[in-house]
């Protein structure tokens, strides 16, 4: 509170000025696009670079001029554009390249407003880019190759061929474009699975391959693909197999597997160990065309009926051990040996001697 005396001599006049001092209230700008639910807007992908695709809108109660721009983009590239309009600010998509689904199929952006000195971020808007079918349908792989037996059915499954699309939902159809001429083979439209149409067809001598030209289209665009199938001769057709046997085929050949008391690449072979003639637990095992036993302890022979006896065994024991015990003679017990043995042979003879001379004698 001040108080002035301006004439204090004419008269008092006492001026009561009261001064209140406050910060300048200013309006902050306020947006109405994007705003509180309505936070989403949608084009078309590949839409031309530098389209307006939506309107930003923000005021400012003082009249301020109000300067909108792009707070945040997420992400970040390619970089949008915001531009002044008429009325309002205009989103505007990047000037560079276009925007395409399958690479960013969403954008988010928050705006900020400046008025005066005042700057606020608006709510976030989503940009959804709608989908367009501009992809071509794409094989899982770069070429196919399947093989299929002489004697397969009609209807049999050979290999399911399978593309995919970029594209929102898409649908791919399948087709035989080329290789087919006679019809041997048909492809589902919808699955992609190539099955046998005709198996009278197939010879795998005359025609040992196939190469067929696959399409696949999502109504728009198209692509293809080669199928090779190569066709084999079932080696199980006629059996090979004989008594009761069961054949396995592959690519080149086949296996039989056979049943008890055959054997041979076609179980034509009587299998020699069944009955097993090995006796006493003795083991049979096929030898060509014959067997070979095995015999437990104890015994021995062909069937393994043998016993093979103890006194056998002791008496090769005794006459090891004999062998290996007995020294050899040196050359002084050679000459004993020598001279007892002349001596034996001449008493010997002495008395042959002797006895045939009493006979003699006698006889007379
Ligand atoms: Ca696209
Ligand atoms: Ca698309
Ligand atoms: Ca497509």
Known sequence: MFRYQVMPNIYTFLATCVLIVSPVQTAAPVFSNPSLGHQQTSCFENIASSSSIYRVSATDADGDTVTVAIHSQNPSDPPFQITKAIIGWNLMTPSLTTIDRETTPTFTFVFSATGGNDT??????????????????????????????????AGAVILTIQATDADVSPSIAYRITAGDVAGTFSIDLNTGELKLNTPGNLNSASTPTYSLTVQASDGANTNTTTVTIHVLDDRCVPQPCQNGGTCTRNETDFICACVSGWIGDTCSQDNPCIPNLCQNGGTCTIAGSTYNCTCTSGYEGLNCTTIVTTTTTTTTTTAATTS??????????LVVITVVSVTTVAVVITVTIAILVYIRNNKR
């Open 120 to 153: 606020v971020q608006s709510v976030a808007l989503t940009l959804i880019l709608t989908d367009l079918n501009d992809n071509s349908p794409q094989f899982t792989a770069i070429s196919y190759s399947a093989s299929v037996y002489d004697t397969a059915s």
């Open 324 to 333: 290996i015990t007995t020294p050899k003679p040196d050359s002084q017990d």
